[in-house]
């Protein structure tokens, strides 16, 4: 790989965590509306972003019936997960909402075992059980419902956008192109969302709706800078470069809204992205 490739793909890659810490902090700062609401919207906008990036590239719609199962289970664990996110965003500091989302990678290693039968390397299984023993000084389960539930459910969300980042690359392994794959999901889960939005639709105000229009630029931003990313560089060269998106957020929630993570949760925070940091290192040197 050229030197200047890898470069291109850190940058990329960095795009990506800065538009998805944008995309959870305009969530959060759009105020009190139903969380399917604030999917619907986000959705929305990656839906017209990736519609019109098909257009442009005059790529016909069509899903080979090969892969129309592995869609659907990449649309149903992605909106799912999103959705969980969403929630955990609402009511957790967005650092913590951040760094259980991205837990990601790890439920992606065991679902590989079941979905593409990949058989996981002991670094991956010990990091693994390492990482979650650092959810749990995320998610501090004290026996407050209030704090427990939404850190269990936010869990979910990196557990559904770990199994469709696998479902992504079985389809990725079949041919299928990433625009089908971005507009599938946003179309799906838009449609999940809408009975949601027709019968519980809370008005907004301009600011709000202008919240949830920069969430949805921040997220696109986010999909196609990380889809760009891994087109110049591979996956162990550049995937530890994502955690930089727990980095933003904890940023933007200290300036804007004066969220001070709490020790556990930094001790949490150091776990995780130090057992991912090592699994990057033994993947470069294998």
């Known amino acids: 790989m050229e030197r200047s490739d890898k470069i291109k793909g850190i940058i990329c890659i ?20 139903p969380t399917m609401q604030k999917a619907f919207f986000r959705n929305f906008v990656a839906l017209l972003v990736a519609a019109a990036a098909l257009i ?5 719609f069509h899903i080979e019936k090969t892969n129309r199962a592995d869609i659907f289970f990449r649309c149903l664990f992605g909106t799912s997960g999103l959705i969980a996110n969403f929630y955990a965003i609402d009511r957790l500091g967005i650092a913590d909402a951040n760094m259980l989302n991205k837990l990601s990678p790890f439920f992606a290693i065991i679902l590989s075992i079941f979905i593409l039968k990949e058989v996981p390397t002991k670094t991956d299984i ?37 199994t469709a980042y696998v479902f992504v690359r079985k389809l990725g392994k ?7 794959i971005v507009l599938c999901f946003s179309l799906f889960s838009c449609l999940v969302t809408l009975p949601y939005l027709i019968f519980n639709y809370h008005p907004m105000s301009f600011r709000q709706f202008g919240c949830l229009m920069l969430a949805g630029i921040g997220a696109s931003l ?10 110049f560089a591979s996956a162990k060269e550049i995937s530890v470069f994502d955690y930089t998106q727990v980095i933003f957020a904890a940023l933007l929630g200290i300036i804007f809204l004066g969220e001070i993570p709490k020790p556990l949760s930094i001790v949490g925070y150091t776990i995780i992205i130090g057992v991912a940091v090592i699994r990057w290192r033994k993947a470069k040197l294998a």
């Open 14 to 33: 960095l795009l990506a965590a800065f538009g998805f810490s944008l995309m959870t902090f305009f969530i959060r700062i759009s105020g009190d509306l």
């Open 56 to 60: 442009k590239d005059k790529t016909p």
């Open 126 to 162: 010990v990091a693994t059980v390492i990482a979650f023993i650092g959810a749990l000084f995320i998610i501090r389960p004290t026996g407050l419902m209030s704090e427990v539930i939404p850190a269990l459910i936010g869990l979910y969300g990196g557990f559904g956008a770990g």
């Open 174 to 180: 079949k041919g299928e192109k990433t625009p089908i």
């Open 222 to 231: 986010g999909q196609f800078s990380i889809t760009t990313a891994y087109k």
